[in-house]
């Protein structure tokens, strides 16, 4: 006789449930496997939460599994237990988050993908050259044997100056990890893509005979499959990946490490917007594991984690390689050494320096394009992006104007559209216009720019990365893209353009993240031992406001300082870590619409626990077309604000509001 079991199976859409589907068969399917539907009129992969004998529904009413995708090994309970609890957390449908989290291809209605990627799975891998581990320096060591000999959860800042081996400790503690344990599974993240390669290359050299799994958007879909499998089976040893690899089905973990803690790129923008770091914690904790959370600069939360005690603080106060030592940081006080077309002479002569020894320098300006606006002196006309609150950004090269909030492009006017005023002049300057300016100053200097801009293209970034790494290269400028993570071994200038402007954003977290920003782009200065003859490796800072308390700390490497002050402020100022909040933010055609619906939301909000602020509009109010503003709670209980969002989300649900809003729990932007 046939067995007959009900399914219960959650898909990716919006609807907020998990649907009870018919099996009848010989096996009985497993919690964790995919299945085949119908749904509507449409078939759709789902997956088995929970498989029970009897569901509330008439069974004439249920439809019948189509089939049970056997090809593919259940996920773990642990997996699921992630998607729901990043779900609940970040208040989303169990079937919009676990169902993304695995590759396009095993979801697909057919297994064909599936069937191949499995094939060539099972083929045996090529083995890498085999790489030597220099031995440890002996804080190096203590933090390795601190994260070894952990058992259990524990959450470990790996606190360390920028160069001061890092990389080393997490490959050492992998080391004895999977020495140990012959199945063991490490997951380690990053924040950005073009940091993975150099990563790899570590590890693939130092443990030659294990596979190494890499996870990112930038995959093509074929690759993401099969390393996602690798991972899947537990073939994949080692796990390396950007902020969605945290939600990889990983049988065997055993450890997690994060490096570059602090970055805003752990947290997702869009959709279920989850910060990576702190589902890595979660996780960590779940499985009963240590986690590593790496950084130079940590982010506020992870510092006062460790001052309650939450948190181990694992320091590596100096830098790793012999006779390696931080540069020595210098402002350059704008008010008396006059930029010319944003570089002052100090700066250029530094560079004349470098260039004349034969070492690199980096420029470091977090703005692309050419200018950021043209204006029109006449007049005052500027150029406006018609669809945004924003200018559109002069690029000179591809003779266009382009938006960099919607991507709206228009050719360069000839005149000024308002006056015909044919003298238009680009304001303020980008990486572009820098890099114009210094093959000016500098014929002979062999000058690379890399932005998002100049990497469009599949794999360029790596190979522009490779050309500085081979000594290709004279003059580095870029954005934040080059600020972090990266090894440069003969580079012994940095030049910070213009960093002044986020001084006063109105954002309470822009001190925080621009400290991170500098205090990164400075760490890739001197990290090799200096030559015989060679320069002192230095950080040029051009401000207009040399004594800001930011400036001296980061004159002083003096991250302790800098966090003490910033956590006096949030203390004092009520805000995060000592708050909680959540956002809703919503976009309309007409700000009063937008206003209008926030304003209803707000009435909803009746709990003494929670505080609600007044609805404004977001700083970059018009968005290609749409008008946004924001609303934001707060509490100082976690817990009551979770239980209040839960019930406030199907409350504003039911209003069926004609426009479109999203709710963003432990919000990094606001
Ligand atoms: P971080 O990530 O802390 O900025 P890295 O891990 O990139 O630093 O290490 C900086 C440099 O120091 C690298 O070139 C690395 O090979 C080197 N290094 C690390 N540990 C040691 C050590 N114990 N002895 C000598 N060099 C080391
Ligand atoms: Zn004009
Ligand atoms: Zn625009």
């Given at each position: 006789?046939?067995?007959?079991f009900?399914?219960?199976?959650?898909?990716?859409?919006p609807?907020?449930?998990v649907?009870?589907?018919?099996?009848?068969?010989?096996?009985?399917?497993?919690r964790?496997?995919?299945?085949?539907?119908?749904?509507?009129?449409?078939?759709?992969?789902?997956?088995i939460?929970?498989i029970?004998?009897?569901?509330?529904?008439?069974?004439?009413?249920?439809?019948s599994?189509?089939?049970?995708?056997?090809?593919?090994?259940?996920?773990?309970?642990?997996?699921i237990?992630?998607?729901?609890?990043?779900?609940?957390y970040?208040?989303?449908?169990?079937?919009?988050?676990?169902?993304?989290?695995?590759?396009?291809?095993?979801?697909?209605?057919?297994?064909?993908?599936?069937?191949?990627?499995?094939?060539?799975?099972?083929?045996?891998?090529?083995?890498?050259q085999?790489g030597?581990?220099?031995?440890?320096n002996?804080?190096?060591?203590?933090?390795?044997?601190?994260?070894?000999?952990?058992?259990?959860f524990?959450?470990?800042?790996?606190y360390?100056?920028?160069?001061?081996?890092?990389?080393?400790?997490?490959?050492?503690?992998?080391?004895?990890?999977?020495?140990?344990?012959?199945?063991?599974?490490?997951?380690?993240?990053?924040?950005?893509?073009?940091?993975t390669?150099?990563?790899?290359?570590?590890?693939?050299?130092?443990?030659?005979?294990?596979?190494?799994?890499t996870?990112?958007?930038?995959?093509?879909?074929?690759?993401?499959t099969?390393?996602?499998?690798?991972?899947?089976?537990?073939?994949?040893?080692?796990?390396?990946?950007?902020?969605?690899?945290?939600?990889?089905?990983?049988?065997?973990l055993?450890?997690?490490?994060?490096?570059?803690?602090?970055?805003?790129?752990y947290?997702?923008?869009?959709?279920?917007?989850?910060?990576?770091?702190?589902?890595a914690?979660?996780?960590?904790?779940?499985?009963?594991?240590?986690?590593?959370?790496?950084?130079?600069?940590?982010?506020?939360?992870?510092?006062?984690?460790?001052i309650?005690?939450?948190?181990?603080?694992?320091?590596?106060?100096?830098?790793?390689?012999?006779?390696?030592?931080?540069?020595?940081?210098?402002?350059?006080?704008?008010?008396?050494?006059?930029?010319?077309?944003?570089?002052?002479?100090?700066?250029?002569?530094?560079?004349?320096?470098?260039?004349?020894?034969?070492?690199?320098?980096?420029?470091y300006?977090?703005?692309?394009?050419?200018?950021?606006?043209?204006?029109?002196?006449?007049?005052?006309?500027?150029?406006?992006c018609h669809?945004?609150?924003?200018?559109?950004?002069?690029?000179?090269?591809?003779?266009?104007?382009?938006?960099?909030?919607?991507?709206?492009?228009?050719?360069?006017?000839?005149?000024?559209?308002?006056?015909?005023?044919?003298?238009?002049?680009?304001?303020?300057?980008?990486?572009?216009?820098?890099?114009?300016?210094?093959?000016?100053?500098?014929?002979?200097?062999r000058?690379?720019?890399?932005?998002?801009?100049?990497?469009?293209?599949?794999?360029?970034?790596?190979?522009?990365?490779?050309?500085?790494?081979?000594?290709?290269?004279?003059i580095?400028?870029?954005?934040?893209?080059?600020?972090?993570?990266?090894?440069?071994?003969?580079?012994?200038?940095?030049?910070?353009?213009?960093?002044?402007?986020?001084?006063?954003?109105?954002?309470?977290?822009?001190?925080?993240?621009?400290?991170?920003?500098?205090?990164?782009?400075?760490?890739?200065?001197?990290?090799?031992?200096?030559?015989?003859?060679?320069?002192?490796?230095?950080?040029?800072?051009?401000?207009?406001?040399?004594?800001?308390?930011?400036?001296?700390?980061?004159?002083?490497?003096?991250y302790?300082?800098?966090?003490?002050?910033?956590?006096?402020?949030?203390?004092?100022?009520?805000?995060?870590?000592?708050?909680?909040?959540?956002?809703?933010?919503?976009?309309?055609?007409?700000?009063a619409?937008?206003?209008?619906?926030?304003?209803?939301?707000?009435?909803?909000?009746?709990?003494?626990d929670?505080t609600?602020?007044?609805?404004?509009?977001?700083?970059?109010?018009?968005?290609?077309?749409?008008?946004?503003?924001?609303?934001?709670?707060?509490?100082?209980?976690?817990?009551?604000?979770?239980?209040?969002?839960?019930?406030?989300i199907?409350?504003?649900?039911a209003?069926?509001?004609?426009?479109?809003?999203?709710l963003?729990?432990?919000?990094?932007d606001?």
């Amino acid at each position: 006789m046939l067995n007959e079991f009900i399914l219960q199976v959650v898909l990716d859409t919006p609807v907020e449930r998990v649907f009870d589907y018919l099996w009848s068969g010989n096996e009985v399917p497993l919690r964790g496997q995919f299945v085949l539907i119908n749904f509507g009129r449409r078939e759709l992969v789902g997956l088995i939460v929970s498989i029970k004998k009897e569901s509330e529904f008439p069974r004439d009413k249920l439809k019948s599994v189509i089939s049970v995708r056997k090809q593919l090994s259940p996920v773990s309970a642990e997996w699921i237990a992630l998607c729901q609890f990043a779900a609940d957390y970040y208040q989303r449908p169990l079937g919009e988050v676990a169902l993304p989290a695995v590759p396009k291809n095993l979801r697909s209605l057919k297994t064909v993908a599936l069937d191949k990627a499995l094939k060539k799975l099972s083929q045996p891998q090529v083995v890498a050259q085999a790489g030597h581990a220099p031995p440890l320096n002996s804080a190096q060591e203590y933090a390795v044997q601190q994260i070894v000999a952990a058992t259990g959860f524990k959450p470990g800042l790996l606190y360390g100056v920028t160069g001061s081996g890092k990389t080393e400790v997490y490959l050492h503690a992998a080391e004895q990890i999977l020495a140990r344990d012959p199945d063991a599974q490490i997951l380690v993240l990053v924040p950005e893509i073009n940091l993975t390669p150099q990563l790899q290359g570590h590890l693939r050299a130092r443990f030659p005979d294990l596979q190494v799994a890499t996870l990112h958007s930038g995959m093509a879909e074929g690759e993401r499959t099969l390393h996602w499998l690798a991972a899947h089976t537990g073939q994949a040893r080692l796990i390396l990946g950007t902020r969605l690899a945290i939600l990889a089905s990983l049988p065997a973990l055993k450890l997690i490490i994060v490096d570059e803690e602090h970055d805003p790129s752990y947290k997702q923008q869009e959709g279920l917007r989850y910060s990576a770091r702190d589902l890595a914690v979660w996780r960590a904790r779940q499985l009963d594991i240590p986690v590593i959370l790496g950084s130079a600069t940590p982010s506020l939360e992870t510092w006062q984690h460790t001052i309650s005690g939450r948190y181990d603080k694992l320091s590596l106060p100096e830098r790793a390689v012999q006779n390696a030592v931080l540069p020595a940081m210098r402002l350059i006080d704008l008010s008396k050494d006059k930029p010319a077309e944003g570089l002052t002479s100090s700066l250029i002569s530094a560079l004349k320096q470098r260039l004349d020894k034969g070492e690199q320098s980096l420029l470091y300006l977090n703005r692309r394009g050419y200018a950021p606006v043209i204006a029109c002196d006449a007049c005052g006309w500027m150029s406006n992006c018609h669809r945004c609150s924003a200018f559109l950004v002069l690029h000179k090269q591809e003779y266009k104007l382009r938006c960099h909030h919607c991507s709206l492009e228009m050719r360069i006017p000839k005149a000024c559209p308002d006056c015909g005023n044919v003298d238009i002049q680009p304001l303020g300057r980008g990486t572009q216009r820098i890099e114009e300016h210094l093959q000016h100053l500098f014929p002979e200097a062999r000058i690379r720019r890399i932005d998002a801009d100049s990497t469009r293209l599949k794999g360029s970034a790596q190979a522009a990365f490779e050309t500085v790494h081979r000594g290709e290269v004279d003059i580095l400028i870029g954005t934040q893209m080059v600020a972090k993570g990266h090894d440069f071994k003969n580079l012994t200038l940095v030049g910070i353009v213009n960093p002044d402007t986020a001084l006063f954003s109105q954002d309470y977290r822009a001190g925080e993240r621009l400290f991170a920003q500098l205090m990164q782009v400075a760490g890739r200065a001197g990290r090799a031992a200096q030559k015989e003859g060679g320069s002192t490796s230095e950080v040029l800072i051009q401000t207009r406001y040399p004594q800001h308390p930011l400036y001296q700390a980061l004159k002083s490497h003096d991250y302790p300082q800098f966090a003490k002050t910033c956590l006096e402020e949030r203390s004092q100022a009520d805000l995060p870590p000592f708050i909680f909040q959540a956002l809703l933010r919503v976009e309309s055609k007409e700000l009063a619409t937008s206003l209008e619906f926030l304003r209803k939301a707000a009435s909803l909000v009746v709990s003494d626990d929670i505080t609600v602020h007044d609805p404004i509009p977001m700083s970059l109010m018009r968005m290609a077309n749409s008008e946004r503003a924001q609303l934001l709670l707060e509490s100082h209980s976690r817990p009551a604000l979770q239980a209040f969002l839960r019930m406030w989300i199907t409350q504003l649900s039911a209003i069926k509001p004609r426009l479109s809003w999203s709710l963003e729990v432990d919000p990094v932007d606001i």
